[in-house]
């Protein structure tokens, strides 16, 4: 079944409320005043003689003659909890640069320096600290950024941003970061050299926001303001005036990242159904890179050979057994990532998990004026694997190919075009179409796009299954409808996807249906009550295909409040409805529909330091999407948790446990047909903020009911273990295991008692009584950043 409504509660941008801490350290609520007066949106970066450091601000204040060099931007205002008032704690931000460096020095003050959330993380894992940013538009499109962020141990994070998509942390730069714990707060310095910054070669204004985030008391305060009751960030973002930057030493430059590989591989392989074996390669060495261009200081060009991937740890944990549609796992190779803001669009046309085990490839992405572009072509290697030496596509390799186009219109509107192409042995799938953003105002936004696919199995010879038998074409249309405010909220999708229509290159759960997802939230915000904010939240998703039939109809509802610390509580009931019948394959006369109702939680919030919880429990119902050979899917009981608990017992160490439960009955007769559980644990201790050693173990388990589901009882243990050195983005060294064991019969086929040979008509490696290490890795990676 398709998400409840609680998953809006467990977004970081749910709602939020602000606290201040008294003398005893408990939660107070703070004043509500607005601000005497509205922070200037303009500051100037005047050119200085020399770098600064942090030591040049001693007690939190520029040494003497300093502070008359230095820009400066003051008076930050709340946008959560509440929006418009005064931050609860002054904050500072004195600005600077040389010819080759822009320098960006925050003064948080604190009355209780003692509660500051610091951890010394990995890179990018700093968002349940206290933390600062600075968002920069060097384009002043108001539509894109980078944003550089410091917590108080000086761990960085940098990002990506788009107003659409909010921020993406595959972006890495190099920069120097500094912090430090006084007794009046904290105070961080952000060094970001000018060639890891896109710039206009002739600007002299940036667009900028400095934001401070303050955990504890559920507060967010901006520079210039930003309000919660406007759409968008840089839509509200102040002006850096940089005279005289012409001539600084900025972003032209080439980035060469060659990496080499040292590896011992233990691998069973069932690509023959008749031959399944252990491929061992000791002492294997392999070797590829990455090259980076940079034109005109806002053109991309990235190419890639031969890239690994060992280092990327495994996938968060979701429900993966018996679901009527695919499950999305997020991107998370660092190559595809970086710059995917460029190919986003309404409909998901490019999903690269699609692309399995590319050779070559190569990116263009950029800005030209107001018009954004995106090119991705690249190989996969994957499907001609798949098959067996004597088949005709052996070895071939599939080409992708993602070309998109958008002009901005201001305001945050654009309009585009976008083409998809996957090519491998003579067959093809390609989709083009036109796609917009229209900003009606500041809290209205429409989006919407029309494409059409065109889809040719490939060689029919062949048994690689790539592309669907026969010609298939059709259209798809896509429109969404987006409310931004401070108390209220709305999100409304419809989607027609036509029975032709396919996409192999990007992701989609289904075709040939009719759907629509409202998601709606409004709050409210009392005055001097512990309470921060309370609400209602409400979430439908309904469907039909085109012969009219309903697939799925799902409403949920939940009250909610926000308590300090990021709290949340929310009791959840609604309704799920699911229609299966003759049209989805099934064995049935006509289409029977399937009706429950549920109950259930959801918690989540920050209560210490040390601790981080986000939990979901739901007694509701389900469909056996699987039940046992020539039998028909039947209603279930289910229970589900999902489960997400962060433990920082030390500040070196970070826990991070995921549980997932899912139990079903039979709702006629009572019967077990099956439960999944899923147990994680990322364990992960910073020595130094460059050095790092990272465990991780996964247990997931199925236990299943042959008479009442076609499921089997699986069990599997995965296990990462990864050292790593990473003094800058480039510049790192791995060691690392990756280990994968399951319950898999030792003989790894099921045998046919006469010939004694494995029987190619069962399913290879049957489950057996213990476990089978069926794929080990042991590997040593090197990469180096060579920046000219």
């Given at each position: 079944?398709?998400g409840?409504?609680?998953?809006g ?11 201040n ?12 005043a ?29 040494r ?23 931050a609860?704690e ?63 141990a ?7 941003w788009t107003e659409?998509?909010g ?31 896109r ?12 934001w401070?985030?303050?955990p ?36 032209h ?9 040292g590896?011992?591989e ?15 390669r ?7 890179g990455e ?9 991309v ?43 986003a ?32 072509a ?23 190919f993602?070309?998109r ?16 192409d ?13 796609d917009f ?43 969404q409808?987006?409310?931004s ?10 989607q ?25 939230t409004?709050q ?22 085109h ?31 699911d ?21 259930g ?19 509701s ?5 699987n ?43 009572g ?31 199925t236990?299943?009911?042959?008479l ?35 319950n ?21 490696l ?23």
């Amino acid at each position: 079944m398709l998400g409840v409504a609680a998953v809006g509660l467990l977004h970081a941008g749910g709602a939020q409320a602000q606290v201040n801490q008294g003398t005893t350290g408990k939660p107070t609520v703070s004043s509500e005043a607005k601000p005497k007066s509205q922070p200037l949106p303009d500051a100037k970066v005047p050119l200085l003689a020399g770098p600064i450091s942090l030591r040049d601000f001693p007690d939190m204040e520029p040494r003497a003659g300093l502070k008359e060099q230095l820009g400066y931007a003051t008076q930050f205002i709340q946008n959560t909890p509440v929006d418009g008032a005064a931050a609860t704690e002054r904050t500072e931000v004195y600005l600077g640069r040389t010819k080759t460096t822009l320098y960006i020095v925050f003064l948080c003050f604190d009355g209780h320096p003692d509660l500051i959330r610091s951890h010394l993380a990995r890179r990018e894992n700093i968002l349940n600290d206290d933390y600062v940013t600075v968002n920069l538009d060097p384009f002043q499109d108001r539509q894109r950024g980078v944003q550089f962020q410091v917590n108080p141990a000086g761990v960085q994070a940098d990002a990506s941003w788009t107003e659409t998509g909010g921020a993406d942390y595959s972006y890495d730069q190099v920069w120097d970061s500094d912090a430090k714990i006084t007794n009046k707060g904290w105070m961080a310095l952000i060094a970001i050299p000018f060639r890891s910054i896109r710039f206009p070669p002739k600007s002299t204004v940036w667009g900028a926001v400095f934001w401070r985030n303050f955990p504890r008391n559920s507060e967010n305060d901006f520079w210039p303001r930003v309000s919660a009751n406007v759409t968008g960030e840089l839509s509200q973002e102040g002006t850096l005036h940089l005279d005289g930057l012409t001539g600084t030493a900025g972003s032209h430059n080439i980035q060469i990242v060659p990496y080499v590989l040292g590896q011992n591989e233990h691998t069973l392989e069932t690509l023959d159904p008749t031959d399944p074996y252990f491929s061992t390669r000791n002492a294997e060495a392999t070797a590829g890179g990455e090259v980076k261009a940079v034109l005109k200081d806002s053109i991309v060009l990235d190419a890639t050979v031969n890239p690994d991937f060992s280092d990327v740890e495994s996938d968060q944990p979701q429900f993966t057994v018996n679901q009527r549609y695919p499950v999305y796992f997020p991107e998370l190779r660092p190559f595809f990532l970086e710059n995917a803001s460029y190919f986003a669009t309404p409909l998901t046309l490019l999903y690269t998990r699609n692309i399995i085990r590319p050779e070559i490839g190569g990116r263009v992405t950029g800005k030209i004026g107001h018009t954004n572009i995106g090119v991705l072509a690249i190989n996969d290697r994957e499907p001609g694997q798949t098959v067996l030496p004597n088949d005709p596509l052996y070895g071939h390799k599939a080409g992708f190919f993602v070309g998109r186009v958008s002009q901005d219109l201001g305001k945050g509107s654009n309009v585009g075009l976008m083409y998809t192409d996957e090519e491998f042995g003579g067959g093809w799938n390609r989709i083009g179409g036109a796609d917009f953003t229209w900003r009606m105002n500041s809290h209205w936004t429409t989006l919407g796009q029309m494409v059409e696919s065109s889809t040719m199995q490939s060689n029919p010879q062949s048994t690689a299954a790539v592309f669907p038998a026969g010609y298939h074409a059709g259209p798809a249309a896509d429109v969404q409808v987006q409310r931004s405010g401070h108390s209220f909220n709305m999100f409304d999708e419809y989607q027609d996807i036509s029975s032709g229509f396919t996409t192999l290159v990007g992701f989609l759960q289904t075709s040939n249906i009719r759907s629509d997802h409202l998601h709606a939230t409004y709050q409210w915000f009392p005055k001097h009550k512990k309470v921060q904010s309370y609400g209602v939240e409400t979430n439908q998703n309904i469907a039909f295909d085109h012969a009219h039939n309903r697939v799925y109809h799902y409403t949920t509802f939940d009250p909610f409040v926000l308590l300090p610390n990021n709290i949340v509580l929310a009791p959840l009931v609604g309704q799920n409805s699911d229609t299966v019948g003759p049209q989805d394959g099934y064995p049935m006369p006509s289409s029977v529909n399937f009706t429950e109702n549920f109950g259930g939680f959801v918690a989540r919030g920050q209560p210490f330091s040390q601790l981080s919880f986000n939990i979901q429990a739901l007694k509701s119902g389900n469909v056996n999407y699987n039940p046992p050979t020539g039998q028909v899917p039947f209603l279930l009981h289910q229970e589900t948790v999902q489960a997400l608990i962060s433990i920082n017992p030390i500040r070196h160490l970070t826990d991070d446990n995921t549980y997932l439960l899912d139990r079903d009955h039979a709702a006629h007769g009572g019967q077990l047909v099956y439960e999944t559980q899923t147990f994680r644990t990322k364990l992960n201790y910073q020595f130094t903020r460059a050095i790092s050693a990272r465990v991780i173990v996964e247990y997931d388990t199925t236990l299943a009911n042959p008479l009442e589901t076609s499921l089997a009882r699986t069990k599997q243990i995965q296990t990462q273990a990864l050292l790593t050195w990473l003094p800058h983005p480039g510049t790192v060294l791995y060691i690392g295991y990756n280990g994968d064991t399951q319950n898999y019969n030792h003989h790894l086929c099921t045998v046919e008692p006469a010939e004694g040979t494995c029987d190619p008509m069962q399913p290879i490696l049957p489950r057996g009584p213990g476990y089978l290490n069926d794929g080990r890795q042991f590997f040593i990676k090197a990469s180096y950043l060579l920046r000219f």
